[in-house]
């Protein structure tokens, strides 16, 4: 079959001076299939991105091309202009952004929007463009889509968007169908429904799909061919069920042990230390991290062998005895702690609304238990968090704290409840003040709650807490925008975690990051739980994070609890259709 897109040798470094350019990406190579996708994992910072978007022909100001060829038919996209590359652009190969808010202009309704690609590159006008703008959102299957047209992007919800933008991607009917993690942050019946979508448009209309996700699971449903970066190079490549099933990397293997198990509760590894921050070309660029190092390791640079079929990987010691991760431990062990909080017909209200966000909630929660909650988007999960955090007042019932019932608002309860309950949010990049350094950050709490440590201790006592969540003191005087999400994430829970805590409310925290920062998160959490004797209510949208962290789980539906009860037996003997659903609707790398 012939490739609609081939990419050979690509590297591409970062100019940071005049004379200095960092390789990010080095020698990738592959090709995209006509009515297939590849799917190109990794974690953050890994060139995933970086190799996708310069595929197309896209760079930054400060990218530079320093070797390679992308082809597309009679075309090398890397010696295009911009003006040339505008030409193709939405017509022969188009992009779908991570966050259809941001990529969707805010001022223009989605109509209009819709209509750009088609009057500039197929010239359409009058009655051919409006049927092909309703036929576009109807394939995406957005509802009336005739009125739809009229509307603007803030009328519609997260997943909707994004369908709008996969709508507006496809409208020139591409060759190329670059994704790049369309789906993270959705809740999981919204993934898949926009997954099979972005199946059913590549089979139906013989596009050719590049696929950029760190979600294996996610890859190994939607994908036909995957392969895993790491420090800017392809470390393997093969068919997707090949590498899933017999990962021969060991950097593949880790990430394959850190994805939280659907069929089975088990426990979650994590990697240590940190991926390197440019392509590493004198020893394998996985040596300081790799249970299976060895010298020859750290004195070669491994090449890509074949390891099976149309399978290859770049490991000096593919074929060697792996070391056993049995030793891990299951998070989230059982408690018998008194009831620390106790719900009773809690509900609640927005602004405008008739209906209520939250209705008649119950839920009782033990002194150092773990307790998820999960549902889709606008189940109202986050919304009962922040009742209980005193940031929504409640409509309805009482919320009980150590037998006092709490006030609705957070400035009117005692200084010591608002101490022992904190909270902490799913996005750090809004919840952490952007001018404030991390030793103000973390150390605010202590100034606020602890009265045991002096002023002068403030910064000993932040450099600890850093300790525990497992960052160096030397971000002491870093500011966020000098961190990476997961970082910013381990931040968020040593601020948290400064107040001493009873009781932490943890609300979608791991749903934007890395399966391998994600598994560190779940980790620590756990264990800062069980170090301070912390009961934790974990919101997400993910049922295989919760069955992971959790003992006992209640799942949200319209604002409603339809089931709860222990996590084991909600996954094995389910009795709502709803949590049916979720579950059927998670990907499963072994499913």
């Not at 929007?113 to 197929?122: C, F, G, K, W």
């Not at 060697?320 to 891990?328: F, G, Q, V």
């Not at 598994?519 to 974990?538: N, P, Q, S, Y």
């Not at 295989?544 to 209640?554: D, E, P």
């Given at each position: 079959m012939t490739a609609a897109l081939t990419v050979r040798d690509l590297s591409i470094g970062y100019a940071v001076s005049k004379n200095v350019v960092v390789p990010v990406v080095s020698g990738v190579d592959f090709s995209l299939q006509r009515g297939s996708i590849l799917g190109l994992a990794g974690e953050s910072g890994c060139g995933k991105s970086t190799a996708s978007l310069a595929a197309i022909g896209y760079r930054s100001p400060t990218a530079r091309v320093i070797s390679g060829q992308s082809v597309l038919g009679d075309e090398d996209l890397l010696c295009l202009s911009r003006e040339?590359?505008?030409?193709?652009?939405?017509?022969?190969?188009?992009?779908?952004?991570?966050?259809?808010?941001?990529?969707?202009?805010?001022?223009?309704?989605?109509?209009?929007?819709?209509?750009?690609?088609?009057?500039?590159?197929?010239?359409?006008?009058?009655?051919?463009?409006?049927?092909?703008?309703?036929?576009?959102?109807?394939?995406?299957?957005?509802?009336?889509?005739?009125?739809?047209?009229?509307r603007y992007p803030h009328q519609f919800s997260g997943?909707?968007?994004?369908?709008?933008?996969?709508?507006?991607?496809?409208?020139?009917?591409?060759?190329?169908?670059?994704?790049?993690?369309?789906?993270?942050?959705?809740?999981?019946?919204?993934?898949?429904?926009?997954?099979?979508?972005?199946?059913?448009?590549?089979?139906?209309?013989?596009?050719?799909?590049?696929?950029?996700?760190?979600?294996?699971?996610?890859?190994?449903?939607?994908?036909?061919?995957?392969?895993?970066?790491?420090?800017?190079?392809?470390?393997?490549?093969?068919?997707?069920?090949?590498?899933?099933?017999?990962?021969?990397?060991?950097?593949?293997?880790?990430?394959?042990?850190?994805?939280?198990?659907?069929?089975?509760?088990?426990?979650?590894?994590?990697?240590?230390?940190?991926?390197?921050?440019?392509?590493?070309?004198?020893?394998?660029?996985?040596?300081?991290?790799?249970?299976?190092?060895?010298?020859?390791?750290?004195?070669?640079?491994?090449?890509?062998?074949?390891?099976?079929?149309?399978?290859?990987?770049?490991?000096?010691?593919?074929?060697?005895?792996?070391?056993?991760?049995?030793?891990?431990?299951?998070?989230?062990?059982?408690?018998?702690?008194?009831?620390?909080?106790?719900?009773?017909?809690?509900?609640?209200?927005?602004?405008?609304?008739?209906?209520?966000?939250?209705?008649?909630?119950?839920?009782?929660?033990?002194?150092?238990?773990?307790?998820?909650i999960v549902g889709e988007s606008g189940s109202g999960k986050s919304t009962l968090l922040r009742c209980i955090a005193g940031l929504h007042v409640p409509a309805g019932g009482t919320i009980d704290f150590r037998g006092t019932a709490l006030q609705g608002r957070a400035d009117r309860r005692p200084r010591e409840t608002r101490r022992q309950i904190q909270l902490v949010f799913q996005n750090p990049e809004t919840s952490l003040n952007p001018r404030h350094t991390v030793a103000q950050i973390v150390g605010r709490p202590l100034r606020l709650f602890r009265p045991d440590i002096g002023r002068r201790q403030v910064e000993a006592a932040v450099a600890k807490l850093l300790d525990e969540v497992q960052l160096p003191s030397a971000f002491l005087h870093r500011y966020p925008s000098e961190l990476s999400g997961g970082q910013k994430q381990r931040i968020s829970l040593a601020r948290a975690f400064a107040a001493e805590p009873s009781?932490?409310?943890?609300?979608?925290?791991?749903?934007?990051?890395?399966?391998?920062?994600?598994?560190?998160?779940?980790?620590?959490?756990?264990?800062?739980?069980?170090?301070?004797?912390?009961?934790?209510?974990?919101?997400?949208?993910?049922?295989?994070?919760?069955?992971?962290?959790?003992?006992?789980?209640?799942?949200?539906?319209?604002?409603?609890?339809?089931?709860?009860?222990?996590?084991?037996?909600?996954?094995?003997e389910p009795e709502h259709d709803y949590t049916r659903e979720l579950i059927g609707a998670i990907p499963d790398i072994a499913g």
């Open positions: 040339q590359l505008r030409s193709l652009w939405g017509m022969k190969v188009a992009y779908v952004a991570q966050n259809a808010t941001t990529a969707l202009n805010p001022a223009l309704r989605i109509g209009e929007q819709i209509a750009q690609p088609l009057r500039r590159h197929l010239g359409l006008s009058g009655d051919a463009l409006r049927e092909r703008q309703a036929e576009l959102l109807e394939s995406v299957r957005i509802a009336h889509p005739v009125a739809a047209l009229r997943g909707q968007q994004q369908r709008i933008a996969i709508a507006i991607a496809i409208s020139c009917r591409p060759d190329v169908l670059v994704l790049d993690e369309p789906t993270t942050g959705l809740d999981v019946t919204t993934q898949a429904r926009i997954t099979r979508l972005l199946r059913e448009l590549v089979e139906t209309q013989g596009m050719a799909g590049l696929y950029v996700s760190h979600d294996l699971a996610l890859l190994s449903k939607v994908t036909d061919s995957l392969a895993v970066m790491y420090a800017g190079e392809i470390v393997e490549r093969g068919a997707t069920r090949d590498v899933l099933t017999h990962p021969e990397h060991p950097y593949t293997r880790a990430l394959m042990a850190s994805v939280p198990s659907l069929r089975e509760r088990r426990a979650v590894a994590t990697i240590p230390g940190r991926p390197p921050p440019e392509v590493v070309l004198d020893q394998c660029s996985f040596a300081v991290r790799c249970p299976m190092v060895a010298d020859i390791c750290r004195e070669q640079h491994p090449v890509l062998a074949e390891v099976g079929a149309d399978h290859v990987a770049r490991c000096l010691r593919v074929r060697d005895e792996r070391p056993s991760t049995s030793s891990l431990r299951l998070l989230g062990a059982p408690t018998k702690g008194d009831v620390l909080l106790s719900l009773r017909g809690v509900s609640a209200t927005y602004a405008g609304s008739r209906s209520p966000v939250i209705a008649d909630i119950d839920l009782d929660v033990a002194a150092g238990e773990t307790v998820g009781l932490l409310l943890c609300d979608e925290v791991t749903s934007a990051l890395d399966v391998s920062v994600q598994a560190t998160i779940l980790r620590l959490i756990d264990d800062l739980a069980r170090e301070h004797g912390t009961a934790v209510i974990f919101v997400s949208h993910d049922l295989a994070v919760v069955r992971t962290i959790t003992q006992r789980a209640l799942v949200m539906k319209d604002g409603q609890v339809v089931e709860s009860g222990l996590t084991e037996t909600l996954f094995t």
